[in-house]
């Protein structure tokens, strides 16, 4: 099992940036892919980044790529997310996860293990 805790989130002005961080703890942070993924107030959560078990191959979702990254120190055991060039409609909940699926997968059913979120907001 492996407990994750992100941080990093706050109130931004549109086109300002941010960095998420999600610390784990527990079992081999290794072991896992990690994924962020938001939920904003009425929508179901939605994919934004995931990276691989070493950090080498990384998958986002459209709307954020070329404006996010998603890197993991394996030594620090964290995962984070460093967001530029913030729209409002990034505003949402930011929840890391990790997955033992072999491939990124970008299906929330995949990650066995959450965060508690944390929040973003961007003003415009």
């Known amino acids: ?10 109130l931004v002005q549109a086109g300002g940036s941010l960095g998420l961080s999600c610390a784990a703890s527990g079992r081999t942070f290794s072991s896992y892919a990690m994924g962020w993924f938001r939920q904003a107030p009425g929508k179901e959560r939605e994919f934004v980044a995931a990276i691989s078990r070493g950090g080498g191959t990384t998958y986002y979702a459209d709307s954020v790529k070329g404006r996010f990254t998603i ?3 394996n030594a620090k055991n964290t995962v984070y997310l460093q967001m530029n060039s913030l729209k409002p409609e990034d505003t949402a909940v930011y929840h890391c996860g990790a997955s033992t ?4 997968t970008t299906r929330p059913r995949n990650y066995a293990y959450w965060g ?7 003003s415009s």
Request: net charge negative.
């Open 1 to 10: 099992q492996v407990q994750l805790v992100e941080s990093g989130g706050g």
């Open 71 to 73: 890197s993991r120190d």
């Open 101 to 104: 699926e072999w491939n990124l």
């Open 116 to 122: 508690q979120g944390t929040q973003v907001t961007v």
